[in-house]
């Protein structure tokens, strides 16, 4: 047990929402627009809060759970997260495992509250969503395994304070691939381009906004904070594996992750600017080659 | 033992008493269905006992058949399996008194629950019996019995032909059982296999044989794949409480099988665990493929008890493998995770099977095309249905989520050993993941299109929930669902001796090494804990902030569109659609029907069907082949039954000439 985990804890609890701020004013920027402010998620889910609802006839409780046990779900992520050199409140080996299993709790119920309303776009949506995430896991499980291989732990913490430069650079190659498998991963699951488009405004395409059409108020306040905060989570993920800078300092640490983090947000901005979204056909194949690049890095570190 | 002794005799009794009482009515039959109750709870008191008293009770008697005594023998192994079997038998028992007495046709239940309490009084003789031919005795019985289960609607074309492969498969199987265990007495000198410790000493070669056939034999009652053909058609066929049973426990009676022959084979190969993670991984995911593709919920159930078979022999194939390169680390965390999904297989498949027949029965109906909105009719089934629907996709807080983290541990500290070791666990975790993530999507499409939404046909809208005691059943699994799952570092530690046992490790030692294993479950349930906490605080939040304010009902957001009818919702098959095409060339799903044609079109159809591969494509033409081979011999059948006491004496007279001296 770390009481200074709990130091990331508040970080991810405070500073999610920005991320998807910064994302957009990079998005706005590169399209020449002014954009949204960058604390724009915060007004939202605020005003939010406040609203009375509105419920489908067709819904029951699982409708009106799904929010909450989402959100739930992702806050229970939180005290298993290092963050660069920082270690986790609660680890052990194998803790990563508790992350995917609790992300996948929290997929399982947006799905079911979204196939309560009995609606064909949330259907759809409800869908794709276990379609992906399905191809996804592997992908994120592998990668992480490849990097858990090297560093001699699978937990999180282990992983991401002992991945120092020097062990980064002494295995590079598999390194970068499992970063890269992990980005595509951090795409996916977070409804980005070029899996899915927040931007979106037709039914028909969308995976993750779909999903919640029906949700209002509070609840979809409840949404909006809990994909901000799965962003965080798998964020941190990405940014630990691929970010190696650990040095005595615990401030030098903490900046070069926070700074991980905003450049993680830029790049997701960059990337949604510069390219469409796939074909959805196309989309497992972006997956299972997620899948492929965990997988090679695991045979290169187990070589 | 006595009591063990008294509870077998309790089902017997019980079920000839309902078998020769006249009629139907409700007292005689109930006598079978409570005689059944309470004999489980008899059992499971005397499993109990000695699971958590760690001492194995044994009873010889002399008996006729050569070679050998009357063995029966109650150690650790044995108890761990007896408790799944007898309790979920006991409660699928209670189930079934209501549910066969509310069934449509009415027919005599005598004979039912005859073979009920036999094929549990079976199961527990198979568990306990030391004695070959006391052990295929009771395997037979076992398997007979399930057939007449099977067969309860026999007027069905369909359960027929289920029924008939049923049989024919567990005969094939048995036949490598009856090799398996003459080749096992050669080696031990006696057909009596009781006693702890005792191992052949043979070579590889020979040992390496027997495994095989233990592993078609035993696989063959499991469901590993190719072997598995049999399963989805049996088990959908029967009534909803056999079909718990069956898929719930009388599968584990292979693995049962398969892990106490490993204790008597000495020192395992390598390969034998690389042989189980290849049948795992591919039952696995074969397994959750075909559930994916069906749309009866009950075929749907019946192969994920394929993938369920193959997540065990992932974790017995771990230990096995551990075992051979001398790393009982990893040895122990894969037969306590395979060991651990044994026990949560049972709670929550029977849960589920058990609530697939709530639903057939309300709605009169297992296609989940014609269901939707059961929720709001069947509150008390739909709510257990997916506490077993969270615990099958292996999802925390529940039980199914901490058998398969054993199992994922295990891969993890082979993750860390030498390279060969490695990549079993790599393999391991990557199809676990595969696995998890393909049957969450199953059972979201199974709950979200049985019991959410909209009903799809009159069947569903007039749906009505079940009766007193199938409730009180399914209430008691899904309790125990979160039991597991929120007591799992004590249930492990409980359940260490059956462990030790078939580790081949003394007690001690199998204690100390679990314990880093059920250190990191005692955080795995603070995250379940404090999940839950927070499940609540956020209720709460979310009552007080809507407290006084408006809210309203309405329909729902529908694009604009005029005219939404139910027949407009997502249905089962359009739900898997994008997976059952990504997986289209291993499915071969069959596609039929007609596009809307025209401006005005009046009629489209379209309907799909996903068959099993392996059935159609391997065994109809093996099967093919046998009955061209076997027609030359039909000359020898004349139907004369003293010709054919002619044969068995020509037999016995050919085998004496042979034995003489």
């Given at each position: 047990m770390n009481p200074w985990g709990f130091v990331q804890v508040a970080l991810a609890l405070l500073l999610s929402p920005l991320l998807i701020g910064v994302i957009n004013r990079t998005k706005a920027f590169v399209a020449g627009r002014r954009g949204t402010p960058l604390l724009q998620l915060y007004h939202d889910a605020a005003k939010l809060l406040r609203k009375g609802a509105v419920y489908s006839r067709t819904t029951t409780w699982v409708f009106r759970a799904g929010p909450i046990v989402a959100l739930a779900a992702t806050l229970g992520t939180l005290p298993f997260l290092p963050a660069g050199g920082l270690r986790a409140v609660l680890w052990f080996d194998g803790d990563l495992l508790v992350v995917i299993a609790l992300l996948g709790v929290a997929r399982f119920l947006t799905v079911l509250a979204a196939l309560d309303t009995g609606s064909s776009f949330e259907g759809m949506g409800a869908s794709r969503e276990v379609t992906f995430s399905a191809l996804a896991e592997p992908a994120l499980l592998l990668g992480l395994a490849a990097m858990g291989r090297e560093v001699g732990s699978l937990s999180l913490s282990d992983m991401s304070s002992g991945l120092t430069a020097a062990k980064w650079f002494q295995a590079a190659p598999a390194m970068m691939l499992a970063a890269a498998a992990l980005l595509v991963v951090f795409l996916a699951e977070n409804a980005r381009v070029p899996v899915d488009d927040p931007n979106t405004h037709l039914e028909l395409t969308m995976i993750h906004e779909v999903m919640v059409l029906d949700h209002g108020g509070p609840d979809f306040g409840v949404i909006l904070y809990g994909s901000a905060l799965k962003l965080w989570v798998l964020g941190t993920l990405l940014v630990n594996a691929s970010l190696?800078?650990?040095?005595?300092?615990v401030a030098i640490d903490a900046a070069a992750f926070l700074a991980g983090m905003l450049a993680l947000a830029v790049l997701t901005g960059l990337i949604e600017s510069a390219m469409a979204r796939l074909r959805l056909a196309h989309i497992p194949q972006l997956l299972v080659g997620a899948t492929a690049l965990s997988v090679l890095a695991i045979i290169l570190v187990l070589r | 033992m006595t009591l063990l002794l008294a509870a077998i005799l309790l089902l017997i009794l019980s079920g000839v008493a309902a078998l020769v009482s006249?009629?139907?009515?409700?007292p005689s039959a109930s006598m079978g269905a409570f005689g059944a109750a309470a004999g489980c709870a008899l059992g499971l008191t005397a499993a109990l006992m000695v699971l958590i008293g760690g001492q194995t009770e044994s009873l010889r008697l002399a008996w006729?058949?050569?070679?050998?005594?009357f063995l029966i023998e109650l150690d650790p192994l044995s108890a761990f399996f007896l408790i799944p079997t007898l309790g979920l038998s006991g409660l699928a028992a209670l189930y079934g008194s209501e549910y066969l007495q509310a069934g449509g046709v009415r027919r005599a239940l005598g004979p039912s629950w005859f073979f009920f309490n036999l094929l549990v009084a079976s199961m527990a003789v198979v568990l306990v019996a030391r004695n070959a031919v006391l052990f295929l005795m009771a395997w037979e019985v076992m398997s007979v019995s399930s057939y007449f289960l099977v067969m309860h609607e026999s007027e069905k074309e369909s359960v027929r032909e289920a029924g008939w492969t049923y049989l024919v498969a567990a005969h094939l199987g048995t036949a490598f059982l009856i090799v398996l265990f003459l080749l096992l007495g050669r080696e031990f000198g006696t057909l009596d296999f009781g006693g702890p410790g005792r191992t052949i000493a043979a070579a590889p070669q020979v040992s390496g044989l027997l495994f095989i056939l233990a592993l078609i034999g035993f696989g063959t009652k499991a469901g590993f794949v190719p072997v598995h053909v049999w399963l989805p058609e049996a088990h959908p066929a029967a009534p909803s409480h056999v079909s718990a049973v069956m898929s719930g426990v009388m599968v584990k009676t292979g693995i049962y099988g398969l892990a106490r022959i490993l204790t008597f084979l000495g020192p395992p190969q390598g390969w034998w665990g690389w042989v189980l993670i290849g049948m795992g991984l591919s039952s696995g995911i074969l397994g959750v493929l075909f559930a994916l593709a069906q749309h009866d919920l009950k075929a749907l159930l019946a192969y994920h008890t394929v993938e369920n078979i193959g997540i065990i022999a992932l974790g017995l194939g771990l230990g096995v493998l551990g075992l051979s390169a001398g790393l009982p680390g990893v040895a122990v965390l894969g037969f306590a995770g395979g060991l651990l999904h044994v026990l949560n297989h049972a709670l929550f498949k029977g849960l589920l099977f058990l609530g697939a027949g709530a639903v057939a029965h309300g709605s009169g109906t297992r296609e989940m095309d014609e269901m939707g909105g059961l929720l709001k009719r069947m509150p008390w089934t739909g709510a257990t249905f997916l506490v077993g629907a969270v615990a099958i996709s292996g999802?925390?807080?529940?039980n199914g989520f901490v058998s398969e983290f054993l199992i994922y541990l295990g891969a993890i500290s082979g993750l860390h050993s030498p390279a060969a070791t490695a990549v079993a666990g790599v393999g391991v975790m990557g199809g676990l993941a595969l696995i998890g993530g393909l049957a969450a999507a199953c059972f979201a499409k199974a709950f979200g299109i049985v019991f959410l939404g909209e009903p799809r046909s009159g069947h569903a809208e007039h749906a009505h929930e079940a009766g007193p005691l199938m409730r009180l059943s399914m209430a008691l699994l899904a309790i125990s669902c979160a039991a597991i799952g929120l007591l799992a570092p004590r249930v492990v530690r409980a359940m260490s001796p059956a462990i030790a046992t078939i580790a081949g490790l003394t007690p001690g030692r199998c204690r100390d090494l679990l314990t880093p294993g059920t250190g990191s479950l005692a955080l795995v349930v603070t995250a379940s804990v404090v999940f839950l906490v927070l499940v609540l605080l956020l209720a709460v939040l979310r009552r007080a902030l809507l407290a006084g304010r408006t809210v309203s009902e309405t329909g729902?957001?529908?694009?604009?569109?005029a005219r939404p009818t139910p027949r407009m919702q997502y249905s089962a098959s359009s739900f898997a659609q994008p997976l059952t095409d990504l997986f289209g060339p291993v499915l071969r799903t069959e596609r039929r029907g007609s596009p809307p044609r025209g401006y005005f079109p009046d009629d489209a159809a379209f309907a799909t069907k996903t068959r099993d591969v392996w059935r159609e494509e391997l065994w109809r033409r093996v099967f093919a082949a046998a009955e061209w081979v076997l027609s030359k011999f039909?000359?020898?059948?004349?139907?004369?039954v003293h010709l054919y006491i002619l044969y068995i004496a020509l037999t016995l007279l050919a085998l004496l000439i042979w034995g003489l001296p």
């Open positions: 190696p800078v650990r040095t005595s300092s | 006249e009629d139907a009515s409700h006729s058949v050569p070679r050998g005594a999802l925390p807080p529940l729902t957001w529908d694009c604009g569109y039909a000359w020898l059948q004349q139907g004369r």
